[in-house]
């Protein structure tokens, strides 16, 4: 097959675009690798403080040059946000674990602990859950608290009454006021910023203050409602002096998650979890409410279980770049071995590029061996003997040349030699044959 063989100068160019193409390739892979994942979170409260917590984190993923970026999407209240990520509009949101469809959902990391408080004004005679039969109940984010009324509705017996009534947070003191409402149920973080905004629903003075109720029932409600758990409020929380509760108080807590899609990358959660608990302490001064964040449980038996990406960052098992791509590194040199197999395969059988065979003078003077046995009139040979004389003659001015690659002359003469023997005994046959008669 005749061998192709490509000008230099296109070969120059070829080498340069294969060159640019392998240095794009790669500069695009490192840009792919190192650049920062970007993330949908949904958000929700009644007095938009849950989007300024996270937009205060997305700024300080930005400014740290973090690998994953946050996108804040502010639904207007807990139940929306949840909604949100269930429909899979979103890839990460902020939920209560009493809310929404969570079927989904993988846990990031606890954003704050929402302690549910049934307070009544000063000098009320309530005392119990089960007092409040004939008291109306006012109830702050009632959709949010749905499943929280619900709860407390048939274990206390209330759902007959029709205790509890949804109410906003603008008109809670003149309800208090107008006895529209005899007690109030939230449920909020434990922080200053929280605690004022219940006592500020209270006319207060130094020998007055709200009365907080308990759930006694809690641990038997959290035995059969896993969103909640028994929680012991601290003796004075509400108010030091006289303190306020007199002692520890026991009621409901249920937490505020941020939670993860199951499809999203393990690497990039656990980036995003790595990230949150390293800067919480310092976020403190912008949002005191950081202080809860805290880890989300690692149990198999969690109630919501936390994504493997979160996990590994938790467990101290997260992994690096030569972990993560270890087996993509082990297998490329292969794949690429056997692309260049079949390649160099095709580019032989398209004969492309093959070098010529080049003969030299030993080469030709064997290769007449098979013609001259092969041969059937004298005229043959003579033609025959003519190609030999005219390589000895070529390999002599090689060497008269002083050419390096002119063949030794013994050499030659030991080949033309034999094939002089080979003429002879070929025309001692022809000759011997009947009916061939020789051109001599």
Known sequence: MKSIKLPMWLRIVLLVIVTVLGTGAGVLAYHYYKHPAALTVAVGSIDGEAAKAMTVIANRLVSDNAPVRLTIVDTGTVVEAANAFSAGKVDLAAVRGDVGD???????????????LVVAPPGSSLDSIDALKTRRVGVIGGEANARLVDVLSKTYGLS?????????????????????????????PL?????????????????????????D???????????????????????GVPPVPEDDLTTLRTSLYLVAHKKLNSNTIATLTQTIMGVRRELLGEQPIFAQIAAASTDSDAFI?????????????????MDQYSNEIFLAPMMLGGIASVLAAAWKFLGIGNPETIQGPLDSLYALARRIRNATTDAELEAIEDE????????????????????????????????????HDRRMILAAKPGIVSAA
């Open 217 to 239: 029932s809690a641990g038997a409600i959290a035995e059969t409602e896993r969103a909640y758990e028994s929680f012991d409020v601290p003796k004075g929380t509400l108010r």
């Open 102 to 116: 969570l079927s989904q959902a993988q846990a990031v990391v606890i954003l704050a602990h929402l302690t549910a």
């Open 160 to 188: 007959k009454a029709k205790v509890f009534k949804d109410i906003a947070i603008a008109d809670v003191r003149a309800a208090f006021q107008s006895k529209d409402i005899g007690a109030l149920l939230v449920a909020i």
């Open 305 to 321: 279980p936390v994504h493997p990406g979160a996990a590994a960052f938790y467990n101290g098992t997260q992994q690096g770049f």
């Open 191 to 215: 922080t200053e910023k929280y605690l004022s905004l219940v006592k500020g629903f209270f006319q207060q003075g130094p020998k007055t203050s709200p009365v907080l109720i308990s759930i």
């Open 388 to 423: 030999i004389d005219g390589i000895l003659r070529a390999q002599r001015a090689l060497a008269a040349s002083g050419d390096e690659n002119a063949i030794d002359a013994s050499t030659l003469n030991v080949a033309a030699h034999r094939l002089e023997n080979l003429i």
